[in-house]
């Protein structure tokens, strides 16, 4: 039984109990039975797709509490990474022309003192695409950013760099890509695979400039490499030769392989969320998550997050059908092959820029930017397999202004940490420079 019928049968379990509340005499009777026959088909369609009863989400609350970053005035565009028990926190400080990459670790009494990785007066920057830096299970450090090769197109290069001392020293940078185009290879997504090696995606525009008949050219593609645990390059290959220009990748890794989701581009402009899985060596032909059929003309510039557990995925994503904001997640209990239907995560109009975390089996938490009051909103919540979800919950109020770039979110054992860049806004004549914040918050 596919998960989304369980899905639907849930749905008639509600809906056959508000009925039983207007019935009399033997239809009780009648009611009850069938009500339990169905309660029945519920719980074995749920527990067949992997998901497990979980706690009612209506009585879900967060408390959040500010965590003070090792980051100066004037930072942005924060980046939360989670490799095992470990998260790192990566921002940009600018001073003049130079942009400096910064990187900070989760201990038991806060951040630890921040460590540079690199810096440079060419480098692209952009908060729809910050740098990164991830630790692998052996303490390797990896990090990557943009570096900027043509101003007028906005074409960059891709660049790595790892240490194996704890961030003291890091190797001379290089790239994944071979091609020697100068157009854009950018919206990096780093993953862990067997054997301490590594392995990533990214959009790449080496085949953008190509004339087509098509009035908007080439298109962009999505490829993909791994290197080996001595950091030599073992292959590279392209996953989808047509996606969206410039929304960002996600990746999680299941007990099948690793999932990427990304924007895709369709025939008729048809810009909906889409999932590639790598097993045995191989990219899959790209699914999508759901068929929004959100048709755009231009790169929202908005692009979704995944996470998983075992065979257990969740996905956000953001679509405007109609020019109509929202934001979404789905489920998925056999590693990306099929969704559940989506559920909506917003309360109004959303602006998506979304981030999400399994908390439990069939229970996931999200985080997406609503603009509410005037200004956007970070808010989270709590949702279900089901279509359940929490109270959201606001973040905003903890800085001085509104939720700016991309909020971040990462789980680390019984806690979920939140960064965003403040947006810095005063009530003055001049505007407060922006900051990195984070906050963290335990699990319930």
């Known amino acids: 039984m596919m998960c989304w019928k369980s899905w639907l049968i849930a749905d008639r379990v509600s809906r056959r109990g508000a009925m039983l509340r207007r019935t009399r005499g033997r239809d ?26 979980v706690s009612d989400p209506a009585a879900w609350s967060l ?8 980051a100066q005035a004037g930072s ?12 790192v926190l990566s921002w940009l400080e600018h001073a003049g022309a ?8 989760r201990t038991g009494s806060g951040w630890s003192d921040p460590m540079t990785v690199a810096s440079g007066t060419d480098w692209f920057v952009s908060y729809a695409d910050p740098p990164a830096v991830m630790r692998l299970s052996d303490g390797t450090l990896v990090a990557q950013w943009l570096q900027q090769t043509d101003p007028r197109i906005e074409a960059m290069d891709l660049r790595l760099s790892y240490s194996t001392d704890g961030g003291k020293t890091w190797a001379k ?12 290879h950018a919206f990096a997504s780093l993953f862990e695979l067997p054997g301490r090696s590594l392995g990533l995606v990214w959009l790449d525009g080496r085949e953008s400039f190509i004339e087509t008949d098509d009035p908007a050219g080439g298109a962009m593609t999505m490829r993909a490499a791994t290197f080996d645990s001595a950091w030599m390059q073992t292959n590279e290959t392209a996953v989808d030769r047509r996606v969206c220009e410039c929304c960002s990748t996600s990746v999680a890794v299941t007990s099948d392989g690793v999932i990427a989701a990304y924007r895709d581009r369709l025939a008729g402009e048809i810009r909906d ?12 032909q790209a699914t999508s998550v759901h068929n929004d059929g959100w048709k755009t003309y231009a790169c929202p510039v908005n692009g979704p997050a995944l996470s998983a557990a075992g065979n257990q995925v969740v996905a956000s994503w953001f679509t405007a059908v109609n020019d109509d904001g929202r934001a979404f997640v789905a489920f998925s209990g056999d590693a990306g092959r099929s969704w559940g239907a989506p559920i909506r995560l917003d309360d109004g109009v959303a602006l998506g820029r979304v981030d999400v975390e399994l908390v439990d089996e069939g229970s996931a938490v999200a985080t997406w930017i609503e603009f509410a009051n005037g200004k956007s909103q ?10 359940a979800r929490s109270p959201a919950v606001e973040l905003g109020g ?23 860049t403040d947006s810095g806004e005063s009530n003055g004549s001049n505007s407060a420079p922006t900051h990195v914040r984070t906050a963290v918050a335990r699990i319930p």
């Not at 939360?80 to 998260?87: A, I, K």
């Not at 969320?273 to 899959?284: D, I, L």
């Not at 700016?404 to 990462?410: D, E, I, L, S």
């Open 28 to 53: 009780v009777i009648r009611g009850v039975a069938t009500t339990i026959l169905l309660a029945a088909m519920a719980a074995s369609a749920t527990s067949a797709c992997g998901w497990r009863k």
């Open 63 to 70: 408390e959040v509490r500010p965590l003070e970053v090792p």
């Open 76 to 87: 942005r565009e924060p980046q939360l990474t989670g490799s095992g028990p470990d998260v």
């Open 98 to 105: 130079t942009n400096t990459l910064k990187f900070s670790e």
């Open 173 to 184: 940078s290089f790239t994944p890509h071979h091609d020697g185009t100068v157009t854009q």
């Open 273 to 284: 969320v889409a999932v590639s899985r790598f097993e045995h060596g191989e990219w899959s």
């Open 378 to 387: 970070l808010r989270v919540r709590r949702v279900d397999a089901s279509g």
């Open 398 to 420: 903890l800085g001085e202004g509104g939720a700016a770039g991309f909020p971040r979110m990462a789980r680390q054992g019984d806690e979920l940490l939140f960064a965003w």
